[in-house]
Protein backbone atom coordinates (compact mmCIF):
# COMPACT_ATOMS: atom_id res chain seq x y z
CA UNK A 1 0.00 0.00 0.00
CA UNK A 2 1.28 3.51 -1.21
CA UNK A 3 0.84 6.37 1.69
CA UNK A 4 1.85 10.14 1.99
CA UNK A 5 3.26 9.89 5.67
CA UNK A 6 7.24 10.75 5.05
CA UNK A 7 6.00 13.85 3.12
CA UNK A 8 3.08 15.21 5.68
CA UNK A 9 5.82 14.00 8.40
CA UNK A 10 8.42 16.04 7.20
CA UNK A 11 5.98 18.99 6.52
CA UNK A 12 4.88 18.93 10.28
CA UNK A 13 8.77 19.25 10.92
CA UNK A 14 8.65 15.61 12.87
CA UNK A 15 11.66 13.27 12.78
CA UNK A 16 10.76 9.42 12.40
CA UNK A 17 11.77 8.79 16.09
CA UNK A 18 8.91 11.77 17.13
CA UNK A 19 6.13 9.47 14.86
CA UNK A 20 7.13 6.81 16.43
CA UNK A 21 7.27 8.35 20.42
CA UNK A 22 3.41 9.88 19.38
CA UNK A 23 2.14 6.49 17.84
CA UNK A 24 3.43 4.16 20.43
CA UNK A 25 5.83 1.89 17.90
CA UNK A 26 9.30 1.91 16.96
CA UNK A 27 10.98 4.19 14.66
CA UNK A 28 11.76 1.52 13.17
CA UNK A 29 7.99 0.21 12.30
CA UNK A 30 7.28 4.02 10.95
CA UNK A 31 10.87 3.27 8.48
CA UNK A 32 8.65 0.28 7.80
CA UNK A 33 5.83 1.79 6.81
CA UNK A 34 7.14 5.36 5.25
CA UNK A 35 8.70 2.27 3.04
CA UNK A 36 5.92 0.12 1.95
CA UNK A 37 7.06 -2.80 3.55
CA UNK A 38 4.96 -2.63 6.38
CA UNK A 39 0.77 -1.83 6.23
CA UNK A 40 -0.49 -1.04 9.76
CA UNK A 41 -3.13 -1.99 11.73
CA UNK A 42 -6.70 0.21 11.08
CA UNK A 43 -6.32 1.52 14.02
CA UNK A 44 -2.61 2.99 13.69
CA UNK A 45 -3.69 4.33 10.16
CA UNK A 46 -5.92 6.31 12.00
CA UNK A 47 -4.19 7.87 14.53
CA UNK A 48 -1.63 8.46 12.10
CA UNK A 49 -3.82 10.49 9.77
CA UNK A 50 -5.03 12.40 12.31
CA UNK A 51 -1.96 13.38 14.22
CA UNK A 52 -1.12 14.41 10.52
CA UNK A 53 -3.71 16.19 9.73
CA UNK A 54 -5.26 14.22 7.22
CA UNK A 55 -7.59 11.41 6.49
CA UNK A 56 -6.88 7.85 5.92
CA UNK A 57 -7.65 7.54 2.72
CA UNK A 58 -5.66 10.73 1.71
CA UNK A 59 -2.78 9.38 3.69
CA UNK A 60 -2.95 5.61 2.15
CA UNK A 61 -4.33 4.23 -1.31
CA UNK A 62 -4.11 0.60 -2.96
CA UNK A 63 -1.50 0.42 -5.86
CA UNK A 64 -3.18 0.71 -9.33
CA UNK A 65 -4.69 -2.31 -10.40
CA UNK A 66 -3.61 -3.61 -14.29
Known sequence: MENKIRELRKAAGMRQEDLAEYLGVTRQTVIAIEN????????LAMRMARLLGTTVE???????EC
Open 36 to 43: DKYDPSLA
Open 58 to 64: ELFRLPE
